[in-house]
């Protein structure tokens, strides 16, 4: 029915009209644009998630610049690939052509292999673009970043996919050809299962498209329940920017604040079921962990980082069990919104009276005429004193009596709540105990 060359590889984008998404770089006016378009290019990484488009930006780049386009892959390139890419690098270079090197997962290059870059860099033999979905100032050498301008791709937008999505099904490139009978909404639910990832997309749409129902006129059906066996979802109507969305993610939360472990674990993976990213869900947590159990538990907001950080380090499926491990722990903790009330409170005053100043005693004197001025003066530097505590003011006069943290009584918090009470009174002179 169709060619053998995948979904994704036929439609894929030649220019930079053609191109779907990251406007922030290649949109009218934006830097790396009007590089491209004056020939500017030199050496740089694309660091994005997968499927958003670096190999095809790379290309792109090839065609519009005429240089001779050369790619591989870290996966399967060693130091002898690299050394003879190189030298025809470098013989191209003699004779006025240049060589555009695209280099796919360079971060999996080790030391050797990227140092074997810097000298045809330096000199020109090559333009480099390498794309990792890695942080590039960890993962790739410093001599050979400085030596390249890092451009960030962001994932695409569920916009971004249905667009590319309609374009597949009508270019003749794609499956224009063909007479294919699919809804919108099955379409939006692929962009949403695709999580930014264009590839995603393409091979889901092809695989439907593969097994959908041809009738007597060649007319190709393709039904949801095709679609949800092509996703391996049950959860076609979560839709992550709608209301769906909004009650589970606050199911979740407020299961967690009612220390309701299996009721949290339940909403968690109903979430991760609908395709949600779990990296979402990670950032909600440690939100969490602050808003809701704050200082009755700070290793809470320990344990949510690192589950975030488990998360990004594994991805789907493993990462689900991170994810539980947070939930329990969050519902478990005990409970406190000290911190969310104080910055309520705070930001409260701060819209009322904006610019209240800086107490003399305690602002910064890093020049004569600043201390002249009577900057700093007055200030006891509390590390000289006894109880490591003095009674000098550091709110604004107009805000001195106000009290902004309010400790609860549960957990580690009934110590800070003790220990912050004796603060307040000595200060107050309502006692000469000290308050230790």
Not at 3 to 9: D, G, H, I, R, Y
Not at 113 to 127: N, R
Not at 258 to 280: F, H, K, Q, T
Not at 338 to 343: D, K, Q, S, T, W
Request: with cysteine; charged share 25%.
């Amino acid at each position: 029915m169709f060619t053998k060359a995948p979904l994704a590889s036929r439609i894929r984008p030649e220019t930079l009209d053609e191109y779907v998404g990251q406007t922030h770089l290649v949109g009218p006016g934006m830097l790396l644009r009007q590089l491209i378009e004056k020939d500017q290019i030199s050496s740089m990484i694309f660091w994005g998630p997968p499927g958003v488009g670096k190999t095809t930006l790379a290309r792109i780049i090839a065609n519009h610049t005429h240089a001779h386009f050369v790619e591989f892959s870290a996966v399967t390139s060693g130091i002898k690939e690299v050394k003879e890419v190189m030298k025809e690098a470098e013989d191209n270079r003699r004779i006025g052509i240049k060589t555009l090197l695209f280099t796919d997962e360079i971060h999996r290059f080790n030391k050797a292999q990227q140092d074997a870059f810097l000298p045809y860099v330096e000199k020109g033999s090559i333009i480099l673009v390498g794309a990792t979905t890695e942080n590039p100032s960890f993962e790739i050498n410093s001599a050979l970043l400085s030596r390249c301008k890092v451009f960030i791709l962001k994932a695409l937008t569920e916009d971004d996919l249905f667009a590319l999505l309609k374009h597949a099904l009508t270019s003749e490139k794609g499956l224009g050809n063909s007479r294919i009978n699919i809804s919108d909404d099955d379409l939006k639910n692929i962009a949403v299962f695709s999580n930014g990832d264009a590839r995603t997309a393409l091979n889901t749409l092809e695989m439907a498209v593969n097994n959908g129902e041809l009738d007597s006129d060649g007319v190709i059906t393709v039904k949801t329940e095709t679609i949800a066996q092509c996703m391996d979802r049950r959860s076609l109507l979560y839709d992550r920017n709608g209301e769906e969305h909004y009650n589970l993610i606050s199911a979740l939360h407020k299961s967690m604040r009612n220390s309701d472990p299996d009721a949290a674990v339940y909403w968690m993976s109903r979430m991760i079921d609908g395709g949600e990213d779990p990296l979402y869900i990670a950032r909600r947590m440690v939100r969490f962990a602050s808003e809701d159990v704050g200082m009755a538990d700070s290793n809470a907001l320990t344990v949510a980082v690192n589950v975030y950080q488990a998360c990004h380090f594994l991805g789907l499926p493993e990462c689900n069990v991170h994810l539980a491990h947070a939930a329990v722990y969050l519902s478990m903790a005990p409970k406190s919104n000290a911190l969310e009330r104080a910055c309520i409170e705070a930001e409260a005053d701060i819209a009322s009276s904006p610019a209240e100043p800086v107490p003399m005693h305690i602002r910064n004197a890093p020049t004569k005429l600043m201390k002249d001025s009577g900057y700093g003066k007055g200030y006891i530097y509390a590390h000289d004193t006894e109880e490591k505590i003095t009674r000098m003011q550091c709110l604004p006069d107009a805000l001195n009596d106000r009290r902004y943290y309010d400790p609860g009584v549960m957990g580690d918090e009934a110590a800070v709540k003790e220990r912050l009470d004796k603060i307040r009174k000595w200060r107050a002179q309502e006692t000469e105990d000290p308050w230790i």
